[in-house]
């Protein structure tokens, strides 16, 4: 089975310029969630995706940050403008239907905004 | 609301020696629980996970963590410590009779383990 992919897996940016993430969750998995993992602390929820539709975007930046799931698969992170304090690891994960089941998590992309 | 506090940020073991990386949690409704460990550069990988069957729950690489209720707590052990142990574990909760069904990470323990 394959497991969930994220690209591009490094990215360096300035700040103000714009960049976007991709994710393709583990086929058949309904629940799609974004974390910011910034460097010594835990992962932090942006956003969760039942299917195509947003469940949880509480903790999202909405002015800069904007997420998409089209067609209730794979998934597009943007940030526009991005600041300085974005530098951290975005993961993406999946799992079945949500609840407490296992989350899946991809390698993640490592953004370093200078 | 729910929470993880890890009370250690560093634990540093001998190669062959017992591990505890300890873990409380706060929850309004009965929590799922999971530990989760991050290699230098690699993903996040589940440990294990308690979701309200046996309070002691046996994992991948030999590591178990028993569930707690009286005590908040969802300590990690592992009998003997082997150098590919080192990185950084996670205890996480989840509650899954709320509507938020996102995972909540505690700060990380970083696990240092010597020759």
């Known amino acids: 089975e394959a497991g969930v992919a994220q690209s591009p897996r490094y990215k360096i940016i300035e700040k103000r310029q714009s960049v976007a993430f991709w994710c393709n969750p583990i086929s058949g998995h309904a629940t799609l969630y974004w974390y910011q993992q910034i460097l010594g602390q835990g992962p932090k929820l942006l956003i969760q995706?039942?299917?195509?539709?947003?469940?949880?975007d509480s903790q999202l930046p909405k002015d800069r940050f904007s997420a998409e799931r089209l067609k209730g698969v794979d998934s597009t992170l943007k940030i526009q403008p991005a600041k300085l304090e974005d530098s951290a690891v975005y993961l993406c994960?999946?799992?079945?239907?949500?609840?407490?089941?296992?989350?899946?998590f991809g390698p993640g992309t490592r953004l370093l905004v200078l | 609301a729910q929470s993880v506090t890890q009370l250690d940020s560093h634990v540093s073991v001998s190669e062959g020696t017992p591990v505890l990386l300890r873990c409380n949690y706060s929850?309004?409704?009965?929590?799922?629980l999971f530990w989760y460990v991050q290699h230098p550069n690699k993903g996040l990988q589940l440990l294990l996970k308690y979701t309200s069957a046996a309070t002691l729950v046996k994992g991948i690489n030999g590591f178990e963590a028993e569930f707690k209720k009286s005590e908040t707590s969802f300590h990690l052990t592992k009998p003997s410590a082997h150098m590919s142990d080192a990185a950084e574990y996670f205890c996480?909760?989840?509650?899954?009779?709320?509507?938020?069904?996102?995972?909540?990470f505690g700060s990380g323990t970083r696990l240092q383990v010597q020759p």
């Open positions: 929850s309004s409704y009965s929590p799922s």
């Open positions: 996480v909760v989840t509650s899954p009779g709320t509507g938020r069904r996102a995972l909540t």
């Open positions: 995706f039942q299917n195509n539709g947003v469940v949880d």
């Open positions: 994960a999946s799992s079945l239907r949500g609840g407490g089941e296992t989350q899946y």
